[in-house]
Nanobody, 127 residues
Framework: DVQLQASGGGLVQAGGSLRLSCEAS????????IGWFRQAPGKERERVSC????????NYDDSVKGRFTISSDRAKNTTYLQMNSLKPEDTAVYYC????????????????????WGQGTLVTVSS
C-alpha cells in the first residue's frame, strides 16, 4: 500500500523557516513524483511544488518560487520542502502526494491529479 507521512509543520514568525518532510513507502520512490499542496482555511487546495525523483525535475507555484525548495533523499524515501521567508499567507495545512513521474512534468503538474495522499501538517505563520 502507498503510504505518505507528512511532518514538520508548526508555528513560526513571518520571515522564518520550516522544513517539511514526507516519508514514503509502498511504491517505487525513485520512479515516481512527489507533490506538495496546501489548503488554507476557507480556500481551495492549491499546488505548491513537485519533484520527479527519476530525473530531479521540479516545479513551483509562482507564489513560492525563490522561497521554497523541494528535494528528495532517495536513500531515505523522503521528500523535503524547505520553506524560507515565510509569510502569513503561507499559513495552511500542507499535504504531500505521490503519483507516477509524469505528474511533475510541465504539463502534468498543472493538469494531472495525484491519486495518493498523506495526512496534512499544519503550518502557521504569525505576523
Amino acid at each position: 500500500d502507498v503510504q505518505l507521512q507528512a511532518s514538520g509543520g508548526g508555528l513560526v514568525q513571518a520571515g522564518g523557516s520550516l522544513r517539511l518532510s514526507c516519508e514514503a513507502s509502498g511504491f517505487p520512490f525513485d520512479d515516481w513524483a512527489i507533490g506538495w499542496f496546501r489548503q488554507a482555511p476557507g480556500k481551495e487546495r492549491e499546488r505548491v511544488s513537485c519533484i520527479a525523483n527519476r530525473d530531479g525535475i521540479t516545479n513551483y507555484d509562482d507564489s513560492v518560487k525563490g522561497r521554497f525548495t523541494i528535494s528528495s533523499d532517495r536513500a531515505k524515501n523522503t521528500t523535503y520542502l524547505q520553506m524560507n521567508s515565510l509569510k502569513p499567507e503561507d499559513t495552511a495545512v500542507y499535504y504531500c502526494a505521490a503519483d507516477r513521474f509524469y505528474h511533475c512534468s510541465e504539463y502534468g503538474w498543472l493538469s494531472r491529479p495525484y491519486d495518493y495522499w498523506g495526512q496534512g501538517t499544519l503550518v502557521t505563520v504569525s505576523s
